[in-house]
């Protein structure tokens, strides 16, 4: 398990050390000395040229002391001051220990030739331009350097986060430093782990600086990276003396005349992950295609209304089965109009078992949102990022900017788990924490990824594992398997119903 905090958590952190004894100034020595560390494992340092490029805030002293423990082990040191001298106390403090030690240091600003020779010389080139408080693009004046940096044939190690990328929101300015590593202190910052900042990062290394260990008592971690033994250790054993009834039924209201194959997607997923029995309920054409699919599932045909789109008159039969259910899948591919938004309102008002609304669901949502303070069981809402904007009322950009708080605010306000699904995807728990999931790739960037994913969401809650556990366990397994995939049928051809052979093999290999 690692932790993830965001840029005013590690400032915490960091004030809460300086009271408890370990100062600024001691931090800074120990980041730095921590880095130097790394570097020397990764690289043989003796007679290398070695570059430290050193902005003017603490970014900056973290450099000067990964700069003298080089020296100290025969690096050939040079130190570019990127954007003059340093104006914190504490990196004015480590400027002058490496003066003392006869170290070259040159401003780039004065000699941006000879500052460039260098960098075109270097065997590895450290980046302490930037911390973790940068937003916005970088200068005119500093283009060059980073333009000079991002070309150079050397080993790239970044301090903290790669300079040009913000730690709060992971966007990155045109010319951000390109790492081959970055060494980030303490604990990683949330920003770094979206696009486009994750680009920038290379080889992510979170290393020590010396922070009490009581501390993490005292100020909790944002987030999570969610990792495979996180995943593993959630899911229970199915018992040798058990039947079908033990894991539980899921009742999954999915698909339209016009979108069939979200019902049946949904529906593997859901019973892929080890659901113990499930009934669809859609129209009687789709069905019809789901039974020759899919056998194992049980049906309950709907009525449609001329559009195609299950209509409210369907509510009493909906709502009687979702009675002996014991988790409901929602809206992949339903359609959005108002009978289904009053639909949806009756079947939240009607049960106490989990729901997972996804797609269509999501977007009938949006005309009441209110809807979900009538919730009687715990929610689970899984949309992407264009679909939580409208449900936030918000551009796409400006959630991106600011995803984290936002969505704190709005689980805790409607009391719901949310599964922000983006090349990053990101499960919030009401009001707290936030898991940033690390499986993937792009071949998911294909319609019906989001039909699977809800319905893996729906069968573990189906089975009583709990809601929050239930979505990151499944957004885990779901990338998991698009990586096994991709490796097997590219990321180009493979298709999300080639993820079920996957997700098999991946319990397989697990024994469960």
């Known amino acids: 398990m690692k932790e993830v905090v ?3 958590r590690m400032r915490q952190i960091e004030k809460a050390s300086d009271e ?32 430290i490029v050193a902005g003017k805030g603490n970014n900056g002293g973290d450099a000067f002391v990964v700069a003298r423990k080089l020296f100290e082990h025969a690096g050939a040191l040079s ?100 790492g081959d590593f970055t060494i980030t202190f303490h604990c990683i910052k949330a920003g770094m782990l979206y ?13 020590s600086i010396g922070v009490p260990d009581d501390l993490g008592e005292q100020i909790l971690a944002d987030g999570i990276l969610v990792e495979e033994e996180d995943v593993f250790s959630a899911l229970p054993k199915r018992r040798a003396d058990s039947h079908k009834g033990c894991y539980g039924h899921l009742l999954s209201l999915c698909g339209s005349v016009r979108l069939p194959g979200a019902a049946i997607l949904s529906a593997m997923g ?15 054409s789709v069905l ?35 009675k002996k259910a014991s988790a409901c899948l929602i809206g992949c591919g339903i359609g959005k109009k108002d009978s289904l938004s009053a639909l949806l309102a009756d079947m939240l008002q009607s049960a106490s078992c989990p729901f997972v609304i996804d797609a269509d669901g999501i977007n009938n949502l949006s005309e009441d949102i209110e809807i979900l303070h009538q919730a009687k069981g715990p929610v689970i809402l899984t949309p992407h990022m264009g679909e939580m904007a409208r449900l936030l009322g918000i551009s796409t950009a400006e959630l991106q900017q600011n995803r984290i708080e936002l969505l704190k605010r709005f689980t805790k306000d409607f009391g719901v788990i949310v ?89 397989a290999g697990r024994g469960l």
């Open 6 to 8: 965001t840029v005013d």
């Open 20 to 51: 408890a004894g370990i100062d600024y100034l001691r931090l800074m020595e120990n980041a730095g000395s921590a880095a130097a560390a790394f570097i020397r494992k990764k690289a043989d340092v003796r007679g290398r040229n070695c570059v």
């Open 79 to 178: 130190v570019i001051l990127a954007d003059g001298l340093p104006n914190t106390g504490q990196s004015k403090e480590m400027l002058n220990r490496l003066l003392q030690m006869g170290i070259e240091v040159l401003p780039f600003g004065m000699d941006q030739t000879l500052a460039e020779q260098k960098i075109a010389a270097a065997d590895l080139i450290v980046d302490g331009i930037f911390g973790t408080g940068f937003h916005g693009e970088i200068s005119v004046d500093l283009q060059p350097l980073f333009e000079q940096i991002n070309h150079a044939v050397a080993a790239v190690f970044c301090l903290d986060v790669p300079s040009g990328v913000s730690a709060e929101t992971g966007l990155a300015a045109k010319d951000a430093i390109q």
């Open 195 to 207: 696009y486009p900042a994750r680009r920038c990062l290379g080889e992510l290394h979170v290393v």
């Open 270 to 284: 859901a019973m892929r992950v080890g659901a113990g029995l499930l009934t669809v309920a859609s129209p009687a």
């Open 288 to 322: 019809s295609s789901l039974s020759t699919r899919f056998p194992e599932a049980m049906t309950l045909p709907l009525e449609t209304d001329d559009d195609g789109l299950i209509g409210v008159k369907n509510s009493y039969r909906v709502v009687e089965t979702l």
């Open 419 to 507: 599964v922000l699904k983006d090349s990053v995807t990101t499960i919030f728990e009401p009001g707290g924490a936030f898991f940033v999931n690390q499986t993937g790739n792009a071949g998911l960037a294909k319609g019906g990824s989001g039909d699977l994913l809800a319905g893996m969401i729906a069968g573990f809650c189906a089975q009583s594992i709990p809601p929050l556990k239930s979505a990151v366990c499944a957004v885990y397994l779901h990338g998991l398997a698009a990586d096994l995939c991709a490796a097997r049928l590219s990321q180009y051809s493979m298709l999300p119903s080639d993820l079920l052979t996957d997700l098999a093999e991946i319990f």
